[in-house]
């Protein structure tokens, strides 16, 4: 995937936030004070949206951790409502799209696209691809890491990891607040917030490069070849590592410490490589007729056990 580039914050956003730091120091500042957006950072996400706001207060609210109000209480100007309106929206507007753009496709199919389309990681990755994640205002030092890695690691995956990749909710939640903001200052125009979205989110997730979740794909799997499946989490509070063990056989593992779904994916990510380029190798073998491997030792019977 390639990023543009994007405008970054402007450099006398830098001066402002000095003379309002000389202004209002830390100690002496009013409770609740947030420093406001500069109107070139405001501008410069309007841009990115392409659509100017009447009250330009919300991009600055949209935009505002409740981080950023430390070491005060956070005050009534973070995105949280914002975000609210927009999540509804979005998924309002979504269940349109894919209604009428597949005329005959069942429920199940339908919901898996929208929610393909306004998740965590979609949102994340329009938050990334445009930029806008550099307007976020905050103070959490720990979100800056997380940002960077997601960034290092969408490369490897086109349109979404399917539950590979673990997506600061941050960067979803500005995305949907902005959403919000739109929708508000549009007197709830919903048909100005699609044209915004449907060009941020451009290309949506269709039905061709719809993926499947790796737990999902490898249930279907055993269950079609009648192995049993047994995914082991209970260590993972100790070692932060998941197993998948197929007929009781250790076929995949993965580590990640900041969520154990995250390496749950993984691991069955790893067990349903393993497994397909075992079966395609037994059936190279038996067709060439070099090497024949009975079938049953596949074929078993097949549970899902989860600890």
């Known amino acids: 995937m ?112 929208r929610a393909a389309n306004v998740d965590k990681e979609k949102l ?47 960067l979803s939640d500005i995305v949907e607040s902005l959403i919000g903001a739109i929708y508000l200052d549009s007197n709830f125009n919903q048909e100005v917030v699609w044209r915004v979205f449907r060009n941020l989110a451009d290309p949506l997730i269709s039905l061709e490069t719809l993926g499947r979740h790796p737990v999902s794909e490898l249930l279907e799997f055993c269950q079609k070849n009648r192995r049993g499946l047994k995914i082991v989490k209970d260590g993972w509070d100790k070692n932060l590592k998941v197993d998948v063990l197929v007929d009781g056989e250790l076929v995949g593992s993965a580590v990640y410490g900041q969520k154990k779904e995250i390496a749950q994916n993984r691991a069955a990510k790893a067990a349903l490589d393993k497994l397909k380029e075992t079966l395609g190798q037994c059936s190279v073998e038996s067709a060439t007729g070099e090497v024949h491997v009975p079938l049953d030792r596949l074929d078993l019977a097949g549970a899902l056990e989860i600890q």
Not at 31 to 50: K, Q, T
Not at 136 to 145: E, I, V
């Open 124 to 170: 994340a990755r329009v938050a990334v691809d445009h930029g806008i994640h550099r307007f976020l205002r905050h103070k959490a030092p720990q979100l800056d890491g997380q940002i960077d890695d997601f960034i290092k690691e969408l490369c490897e995956y086109q349109y979404h990891s399917n539950g590979l990749l673990d997506a600061p909710k941050v």
């Open 2 to 113: 390639e990023f543009t580039p994007s405008p970054s914050p402007s450099p006398a956003a830098d001066d402002d936030a000095m003379r309002r730091e000389q202004l209002y120091p830390r100690e002496d500042a009013p409770e609740g004070f947030v420093p406001p957006m500069s109107p070139a950072d405001v501008a410069a996400v309007e841009a990115l949206l392409g659509y100017e706001f009447a009250d330009k207060s919300l991009v600055e609210q949209a935009l505002t951790h409740g981080s950023f109000y430390y070491p005060y209480r956070p005050g009534e100007s973070t995105y949280e409502r914002l975000e609210y309106l927009g999540d509804g929206v979005l998924t309002c507007l979504m269940s349109r799209e894919v209604f009428v753009t597949y005329r005959d496709l069942p429920p199940g199919p339908l919901t898996r696209l």
